[in-house]
């Protein structure tokens, strides 16, 4: 029996477990496309499109990433983000990150990770033109002034058609959903302060009306675990997208961010299924978006930590990817040095920005460590990806 494979090896095994599975079959996939043996046939693609590999896959596989990460220097071992064939920018789509002060836009981030997606004909998923925590002050004070939704117009139109050609699929509204101080289960976020929760169906119809063929997404946390809080949030998103749908409200995607929490419980994996396939009857399609594992005791070996994360992971998957009409999964982040899991605690957040990086404190919930060495989280992802595409081929 050989040594722990190299990690070229196992990337090399990565790279075919997911590139094997591009020739499997052909399906209708979300995106607008067939494909047979991997061939794409373009005739329903969204032809202004450059062709995407996306577009040869019937189940995309994405990471969030942000510029420095794949910088030359940045120590992201070539090769490693070959398999991904759906890019999402983690923060550099923000409004924030957009438009800081009034007038002043810096595109060069996105711009930057969107030509780098299509370098390597990956799918880009613009990530997201409203979500209140990423909204400018400015914005924020200007929304409740007269005629207030021409900041919205303005941010959508700026971004929307410079990016018309390049970014597929929009996350439109992020988190508005809120069952614990919402009004009637909305966040009240300064979006519906001024405009009342219809600012929502508001939003995706000014995207609609800019991007015709976009694909429009609202996306959503707190969706997984068996508890009141949770089972009230599934309840609100299906109450929300039935609304939506009702109306006629162009809204093609729901995304499930699928942050885990091992201090949560148990899954709620049949209600997390039946809630999937009750979206699915509403003629949505959906996606995993930003999955990541926050442990709860780190104090146990490395080996049973990454085994717990991986159980939890391929449990939630295991729930989600047998039902129907869901086209990705993304991970929020390819390794733990990156997470935005380290700042929930001083000693991860010290962990993860010493140098070298100390991979046994950081919290261990994305596929690769802090030295970007494959945990049994890849090999779960990978897998699931692998057995969805074979499944639905
Ligand atoms: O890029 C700047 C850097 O120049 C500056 O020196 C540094 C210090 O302030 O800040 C850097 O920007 C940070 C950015 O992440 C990039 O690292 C922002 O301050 C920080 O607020 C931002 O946090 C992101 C957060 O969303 C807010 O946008 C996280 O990385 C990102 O993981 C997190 O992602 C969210 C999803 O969008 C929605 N779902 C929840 C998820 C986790 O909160």
Same mark, same amino acid.
């Given at each position: ?54 577009? /040869? ?37 923000? +409004? #924030? ?6 007038? *002043?836009? +810096? ?41 207030? +939704?021409?900041?919205?117009?303005? /941010?959508?139109?700026?971004?929307? #058609? ?7 699929? +929009? ?18 976020? #300064?979006?519906?302060? !001024? ?49 939506? *749908? ?12 699928? /942050? ?9 994996? *049949? !209600? ?49 990817? /047998? ?11 390819? &390794? ?9 605690? $001083? &000693? ?6 010493? &140098? ?10 994305? $596929? ?6 494959? *945990?049994?989280?890849? &090999?779960?992802?990978?897998? !699931? ?9």
């Amino acid at each position: 029996m050989g040594g722990e494979p190299t990690m070229m090896a196992q990337l090399n095994r990565r790279r075919f477990l997911i590139g094997s599975a591009a020739v499997v079959g052909g399906v209708a996939t979300g995106y607008g496309t067939r494909v047979l043996g991997g061939q794409s046939i373009l005739p329903e693609a969204k032809a202004q499109y450059p062709v995407h590999r996306a577009a /040869h896959q019937s189940f995309l596989s994405g990471v969030a990433i942000r510029p420095d990460q794949i910088e030359t220097g940045s120590g992201l071992p070539s090769g490693l983000l070959d398999p991904y064939d759906l890019i999402v920018p983690e923060y550099h789509g923000q +409004w #924030s990150a957009i438009e800081y002060e009034p007038g *002043k836009r +810096w595109f060069d981030n996105f711009d930057r990770i969107v030509a780098y997606a299509q370098s390597r004909d990956a799918m880009v998923r613009g990530h997201a033109l409203i979500w209140e925590n990423m909204t400018p002050n400015w914005v924020r004070t200007g929304l409740s002034e007269t005629g207030g +939704w021409s900041l919205v117009h303005n /941010h959508f139109d700026a971004m929307l #058609s410079r990016y018309r050609d390049s970014v597929p699929e +929009w996350v439109v509204v992020n988190e508005c959903v809120d069952t614990e101080d919402g009004v009637d289960d909305m966040r009240q976020t #300064s979006f519906q302060r !001024a405009f009342g929760n219809g600012y929502v169906e508001r939003a995706f119809r000014t995207a609609r009306e800019m991007a015709p063929n976009a694909r429009l997404m609202v996306n959503e946390y707190g969706l997984e675990y068996d508890n009141p809080v949770d089972e009230a949030r599934r309840d609100a998103l299906l109450r929300l997208v039935e609304r939506l *749908k009702a109306a006629n409200v162009p809204l093609d995607v729901v995304g499930l961010q699928a /942050h885990l929490d091992l201090s949560k419980g148990r899954l709620a994996t *049949k !209600a997390i299924a039946a809630f999937c396939r009750e979206l699915a009857a509403m003629d949505v399609d959906i996606a995993v978006t930003e999955l990541d594992v926050l442990e709860h005791d780190r104090s146990g070996s490395i080996d049973t930590r990454d085994r717990r994360v991986a159980d939890e992971a391929q449990a939630y998957l295991d729930a989600v990817l /047998h039902q129907p009409r869901v086209r990705s999964v993304a991970t929020w982040g390819l &390794s733990d040095r990156d997470s935005w899991l380290q700042e929930r605690s $001083p &000693s991860t957040k010290s962990a993860a920005s010493c &140098s070298p990086v100390d991979c046994t404190t950081m919290n261990r919930g994305l $596929p690769y460590d802090g030295e970007f060495a494959p *945990k049994p989280m890849a &090999s779960v992802v990978d897998g !699931a990806i692998l057995s969805t595409r074979m499944r639905i081929a």
